[in-house]
């Protein structure tokens, strides 16, 4: 379970955080939705034990962020917007390290990475050096990583990204199998569709702050809208604005 | 002429904001980033403060210069002297400019119209390689004071000694550190080995001019009365400063040669940034295969796997080298390498280990930011970290000893000294650096201050080690020394348990 309570970020004058506040239960799939640099990364940087934050409490397993981030990290299966992998390592190599790191039995890390490898279809690249990987290949890669442990947490930050549509379908049900298995799943996409097939709840949150929270249901008809796409633009308070610059475009060309 | 400054001053500006992020001792702590940071960003104030640290070290070193009027003597300390900003320049600009490119600060440039952008990363580098000017420059001006022709002359050769210690790190660069391998390929460990030999020759070749010349001198009387008593090698070729137009002939030469290295190292720098050369080989992957030990072993695996393959990486490590390289040459000119030479040349190489913090650390580019997604202690990352800063001194060492071996079987009592004292000045190192309070791990701001507190810090820790057996007779002196080793090695792992 993750638990949020009046989470802050402060940056010098910038207020990345604002007092959030929301819980991912055991077996859900909760969407964090927001538009860029509405605090989404920031806030699962915090819940993955890297960054600390300036006020206010984080407890993933009952474990508190800021008191033992090492023991959140062993916990969490975390997939940033993008891959910061070695470069001259193989993908090979880089899972020996997190296998080694996460202290997993020789036989458990072969049988988990084989198992992904063939998933994800990187077989072919296991002993490629990283850097010469293509970026779609170098998200697989890193999705692996955090998945190797088998983590009771995941926290993935637009984790599709890059991803081949077969790729994307895989994880989608390996999500929906983690879920089954009872695995808080926090998760992050700019795909607003995606998240209305897979998402149990959702949080949107705006200029640091989660202005809305519930069910897909719950927010249209929060919302009087009648898809996600829609809830979203609304809620944000983009859609005039989309409105008056397609205007402007159109009358510009 | 103004854009090559105002796209410098940002790519410092993001250098410096990078390493700043991912220092552990500021990263938390508002305040203390931001302050850190807004001196971090200022060109000029970085340039005074490493300056200042140096010049103190400059005007000790000018003592001598002051203090004689032998042109003899003045010649040898201007010839020591002007080795240092050559290595400093060779250092830098190996080591950095892998690590800039590797932060991707010239990823925005790529799309740009620029028809040599590696003159950026020239420019780049130089500002941290001036700094290495002010340990001279007190010489310099006692010189110039002194015997204002002279003292030109020294200046000149110190500017040349920088500026060809800038174009070989940047010809070392850009031959071993652009290049990417496409596939990992049993023929690996070897092409890595000849890379290390290349490696090996580009840093000995001014030891091998000095051969060459002696060759030539000895078989042509033509060239031998017109080198006379010098070595045509620099820093050696510096001792000329009192014969100006002998001097000046030298001079030319080498700037000539040197522009040329520099203008094909940087045209060659930049092609390989905006296309690596991919070195694509045949070869069908192997499943996966998990291998054996822990995250210590596998944190230094890991690094030793980064410096090899990014083998500029590797000049950080190749120091010692440089400062062994003479007395083992002396040494063994004499057709003999004394148990005693070795313990001094042990030593020289445990004291050097320490010049492999810096690039140990540069492993960690935006790396470092998946590293901080996996749950590693921070005394783990210290101890794989100067485990694997010791690892090429120990290599090094061993040569040493193996080689003294062969002269004096009794010299392999110093078996020891070969694994203690590298190990023992890189604890002290990373425990010194890693010094902020909290658990998370990252990579410490390590400036050429710190550098040169470090030598001095691990002067006193094997001045402890070394004196008993210096005055105490073996085998009970030698114990001692040992015991001493030993027991610091200890205290220094509790404390990183602890």
Redesign the interface.
């Given at each position: 379970m993750i638990e949020v309570h009046e989470l802050y970020k402060?940056f010098?004058n910038n207020i990345a955080v604002n007092g959030i506040s929301f819980t991912v239960h055991d077996g859900e799939i909760y969407g964090l939705l927001g538009p860029n640099g509405s605090g989404k990364s920031t806030t699962m940087k915090i819940l993955?034990g890297?960054l600390?934050p300036?006020k206010g409490r984080a407890l993933i397993e009952g474990v508190e962020v800021v008191k033992d981030?090492?023991?959140v990290?062993?916990i969490v299966g975390?997939v940033?917007e993008t891959?910061?992998?070695?470069?001259?390592?193989?993908p090979?190599?880089l899972?020996?390290?997190?296998?080694?790191?996460?202290?997993l039995p020789?036989e458990e890390?072969?049988e988990r990475?084989?198992y992904f490898?063939k998933a994800f279809g990187v077989?072919?690249?296991?002993?490629?050096?990283i850097?010469?990987l293509s970026f779609g290949t170098q998200q697989k890669v890193?999705l692996i990583t955090?998945l190797l442990h088998d983590p009771k947490v995941l926290i993935l930050d637009e984790a599709m990204n890059g991803l081949d549509p077969k790729s994307a379908r895989i994880l989608r049900e390996l999500l929906l199998e983690f879920k089954k298995e009872g695995k808080s799943i926090l998760f992050s996409t700019h795909v607003l569709p995606l998240a209305e097939m897979i998402c149990d709840r959702i949080g949107v949150i705006y200029q640091g702050k989660i202005i809305a929270e519930g069910t897909i249901e719950e927010l249209k008809e929060k919302a009087h809208e009648e898809n996600l796409e829609d809830v979203f633009l609304k809620l944000t308070e983009s859609k005039d604005e989309i409105l008056t610059v397609v205007q402007a475009l159109k009358e510009a060309l | 002429m103004r854009r090559l400054f105002e796209i410098v001053r940002i790519l410092y500006r993001e250098l410096h904001y990078q390493i700043v992020k991912r220092n552990p001792l500021v990263a938390n702590d508002e305040k203390r980033f931001k302050k850190q940071l807004k001196n971090a960003l200022s060109i000029k104030r970085n340039l005074a403060l490493q300056s200042l640290a140096f010049i103190f070290f400059g005007i000790f070193m000018a003592s001598g210069i002051i203090l004689s009027d032998n042109k003899i003597v003045i010649s040898s300390l201007a010839v020591s002297l002007a080795l240092v900003p050559f290595i400093f320049s060779l250092y830098v600009t190996a080591v950095q400019s892998s690590y800039v490119v590797s932060l991707g600060l010239f990823e925005p440039l790529k799309s740009l119209p620029i028809r040599v952008g590696a003159l950026y990363l020239s420019e780049l580098l130089l500002i941290d390689i001036s700094v290495s000017l002010s340990i001279v420059l007190p010489s310099a001006i006692v010189l110039l004071i002194k015997f204002p022709i002279n003292g030109l002359l020294f200046l000149l050769w110190v500017l040349v000694g920088i500026l060809a210690g800038h174009s070989i790190g940047l010809l070392i660069f850009s031959l071993f550190g652009l290049r990417i391998a496409h596939r990992k390929t049993r023929g690996q460990m070897l092409k890595n080995l000849f890379k290390i030999l290349g490696l090996f020759a580009f840093m000995s070749m001014f030891y091998a001019l000095s051969y060459l010349q002696e060759y030539i001198s000895k078989n042509s009387e033509k060239f031998a009365s017109f080198f006379g008593k010098y070595i045509v090698a620099y820093p050696f070729s510096v001792a000329s400063i009192f014969e100006p137009s002998k001097s000046l002939v030298f001079l030319t030469g080498y700037f000539i040669g040197i522009s040329i290295l520099y203008y094909f190292s940087i045209s060659k720098v930049w092609k390989e940034i905006l296309e690596p050369k991919i070195t694509s080989e045949k070869g069908k992957a192997e499943g996966f295969k998990s291998s054996f030990g822990g995250t210590i072993f596998a944190l230094t695996l890991k690094d030793l796997r980064v410096i090899f393959r990014k083998t500029s990486m590797l000049t950080g490590f190749l120091v010692p080298i440089y400062f062994v390289f003479p007395q083992l040459f002396i040494a063994l000119r004499s057709g003999n390498l004394s148990k005693e030479q070795v313990f001094g040349l042990l030593f020289l190489i445990g004291l050097f280990s320490t010049s492999g913090a810096d690039a140990i650390l540069k492993v960690e580019g935006k790396e470092m930011d998946f590293l901080r997604t996996l749950p590693i202690s921070k005394g783990q990352f210290i101890l794989s970290k100067a485990f694997s800063m010791s690892l090429i001194p120990m290599i090094l060492a061993s040569l040493i000893l193996g080689l003294g071996t062969y002269f004096d079987s009794a010299t392999l009592y110093l078996i020891p000294y070969v694994v203690l004292l590298p190990l023992n000045v890189s604890l002290l190192t990373m425990l010194l650096l890693f010094r902020y309070k909290g658990k998370e791990i990252g990579i410490p701001e390590i400036n050429f201050g710190e550098v040169l507190a470090l030598f001095l810090v691990n002067s006193v820790l094997l001045a402890f080690i070394g004196i008993p057996a210096f005055i105490i007779n073996a085998p009970k002196g030698l114990a001692i020394s040992y015991a001493i080793a030993l027991l610091s090695l200890f205290l220094m792992l509790k404390k990183i348990k602890g």
């Open positions: 402060v010098g993955a890297i600390k300036t981030p090492i023991k990290k062993e975390y940033p891959p910061t992998l070695y470069e001259s390592l193989t090979s190599e899972f020996d390290l997190v296998g080694k790191i996460r202290k020789r890390l072969e990475v084989n490898v077989e072919e690249y296991l002993d490629q050096f850097g010469t890193s955090a | -």
